[in-house]
């Protein structure tokens, strides 16, 4: 996406900040601007693929820096987090049911590290009723029967490493996302954000972008549509959206708000940004189009397409749908109304920021070979488009007044040990488990009435890390609030919208505040928080430490 950052922009950064026009002084000491009821202007929303908060911090701040691995040292005093420790790494409740059975060689029922030489392992089942089920009702205790998988359709037959149950059970530290914990270091982290509701892609990028997954129109009956299959109801499975270009199989056109929606209403630029996107651009391998492809994992066996159409987060919404996936008309388009319908590649984003055309409002996606998503992409793959990205956010004139949000959209299954609070229940039977409540038993997820009367939403779903890079973030913080997917726009109503809401039940009526993981009352000058750091180790280029 963007080339490679060197040691001379690091030494530069903050040369280059100090140059930056002045921001006004208010009297609050709170650098406002425009309409904003916070210091923050600008938001990059970068949602990833498929991690669970204990597969990427189960052991942070402490890493085992193994001979031969990149080292990460944590600072004194650096805060721990609801982690694996004690008697969930000894004792584990998962290695204690005896309906844990494990097909291959020696992954274990118990938590084990996976070292970067693994990497690149098989993906495991994400789907709304099995999650459900390795919860089991609470016990946290039947994660490899219900979502631990042999193999899968992205894992190829040749890969032997990552197939078998026990694999879900595995977690990486700070030698492998070396540079999410360095973030984590220096910035802001949530040890209790969750996805909205259980279930795997589709919807948890609804969910970050309308706080909900229901009214969903199928074009033809579709099990994953509940719980009504002939439409509309509630989406509980991956399909593409309706009109798409690059769509093929049964899809789908949601009704409702998106925030996008609200932000147009209110004259906010925002756009949001996809991998793959541009169908004229010719990859390196020549392809091109809906077929545009990059290199992938060893469990892949060969490149992997760039665009997901189920990734794709506006595109299920008519009001912003951009079928044909048209170009902005110009560089002054994007974040503005126009033929692209706020719908950009990834690449947009880097013309944008470098042409001082930001908008206030930005959604990314990498390319499918560079969003975590085990079985195509890994950690280091996803670690160099997060340095990349951040680094060029920071080295920008935006960096004073941005906050960078990561989050993921499905936990893939893999191990958490925190059972989530059941804020919306749920009572959907199908007959079929990948389609139903399973919590509490067959139909049954949780207890009481569910918002809006809407079946099928059942959450929060399982615990995903939720990182928060910023000028104005705390810095080395730990941050306890309960949050959700929704809980992004919720901060995005609250700061441009006045508080507004999406309605129709959406969660963000219900979410979390993220505004803890700040500290608005710093001064200005602040925007020297830089911390350049090397998108192949994750390390910072100017040596251990941050700015």
């Known amino acids: 996406m963007h080339s490679g950052i060197t040691k001379a922009v690091a030494c530069v950064a903050a040369a280059a900040l100090s140059l930056l026009p002045a921001s006004p002084a208010f009297a609050d000491g709170f650098h406002h601007g425009g309409d904003t009821a916070t210091p923050i202007k600008h938001i990059v929303v970068i949602f990833q693929e498929n991690v669970s908060f204990d597969h990427y911090f189960a052991s942070y701040p402490n890493a085992m820096n193994l001979k031969g691995e990149t080292k990460f040292y944590a600072q004194p005093g650096t805060p721990t987090v609801n982690g694996l420790t004690g008697s969930l790494l000894t004792n584990n409740p998962n290695a204690n049911n005896p309906g844990n059975v494990v097909m291959a060689g020696d992954f274990r029922t118990g938590p084990f590290r996976l070292s970067p030489s693994q990497a690149s392992t098989c993906d495991q089942d994400h789907n709304?009723?099995?999650?459900?089920?390795?919860?089991?009702?609470?016990?946290?205790?039947?994660?490899?029967?219900?979502?631990?998988?042999?193999?899968?359709?992205?894992?190829?037959?040749?890969?032997?490493?990552?197939?078998?149950?026990?694999?879900?059970?595995?977690?990486?530290?700070?030698?492998?996302?070396?540079?999410?914990?360095?973030?984590?270091?220096?910035?802001?982290?949530?040890?209790?954000?969750?996805?909205?509701?259980?279930g795997p892609s589709t919807p948890g990028l609804l969910n970050l972008v309308a706080g909900t997954t229901y009214p969903a129109t199928p074009s033809a009956p579709q099990a994953k549509i509940v719980p009504n299959n002939a439409g509309p109801g509630t989406l509980v499975g991956d399909l593409d959206p309706t009109g798409d270009k690059c769509a093929t199989g049964t899809t789908i056109q949601m009704g409702g708000q998106s925030i996008g929606d609200l932000l147009s209403a209110a004259g906010i630029t925002w756009g949001a940004f996809m991998g793959g996107f541009n169908l004229s651009t010719v990859n390196a391998n020549g392809t091109t189009g809906c077929a545009r492809s990059s290199p992938a994992t060893p469990a892949n066996a060969g490149p992997t397409a760039d665009y997901i159409p189920h990734h794709a987060f506006f595109q299920y919404f008519a009001s912003t749908l951009n079928a044909n996936h048209t170009r902005p008309a110009s560089v002054s388009e994007i974040g503005n109304d126009g033929p692209a319908k706020h719908e950009y590649d990834i690449n947009d984003f880097t013309t944008a920021l470098n042409a001082g055309n930001l908008p206030a409002v930005s959604f990314l996606k990498a390319i499918a070979a560079q969003d975590g998503h085990a079985g195509y992409s890994d950690p280091l793959l996803e670690q160099a488009f997060l340095v990349q990205t951040i680094n060029a956010v920071m080295t920008s004139q935006y960096w004073r007044d941005t906050a960078i949000v990561i989050l993921w959209d499905d936990s893939d299954?893999?191990?958490?040990?925190?059972?989530?609070?059941?804020?919306?229940?749920?009572?959907?039977?199908?007959?079929?488990?990948?389609?139903?409540?399973?919590?509490?038993?067959?139909?049954v997820c949780g207890h009481g009435t569910p918002l809006a009367g809407i079946q099928g939403r059942c959450g929060y779903g399982p615990r995903i890390p939720f990182v928060v890079i910023s000028p104005y973030a705390k810095a080395n913080f730990v941050d306890h609030t309960l949050l959700d997917q929704s809980s992004v726009i919720h901060f995005i109503e609250d700061n441009w919208l006045g508080g507004s809401r999406i309605g129709g039940g959406s969660y963000d009526a219900i979410?979390?505040?993220?505004?803890?993981?700040?500290?608005?009352?710093?001064?200005?000058?602040?925007?020297?928080?830089?911390?350049?750091?090397?998108?192949?180790?994750?390390?910072?280029v100017h040596g251990h430490g941050s700015w």
């Not at 040990?417 to 038993?441: C, F, K, R, W, Y």
């Not at 979410?511 to 911390?531: A, H, K, P, Q, Y």
């Open 511 to 540: 979410s979390g505040s993220i505004t803890n993981m700040f500290d608005f009352s710093r001064e200005e000058g602040f925007g020297d928080r830089v911390l350049i750091l090397d998108p192949s180790t994750g390390q910072p």
């Open 128 to 198: 709304y009723g099995p999650e459900q089920q390795a919860f089991d009702g609470g016990l946290m205790d039947m994660f490899p029967a219900s979502v631990g998988v042999g193999e899968s359709s992205f894992c190829a037959d040749t890969f032997s490493y990552g197939k078998g149950q026990g694999i879900v059970m595995g977690y990486y530290d700070g030698n492998t996302v070396t540079a999410l914990w360095n973030y984590a270091q220096n910035f802001a982290m949530n040890d209790n954000h969750y996805g909205t509701t259980f």
């Open 413 to 443: 299954g893999w191990y958490d040990h925190q059972m989530s609070p059941i804020v919306n229940p749920s009572a959907v039977n199908t007959g079929v488990v990948n389609d139903s409540d399973e919590l509490n038993g067959p139909g």
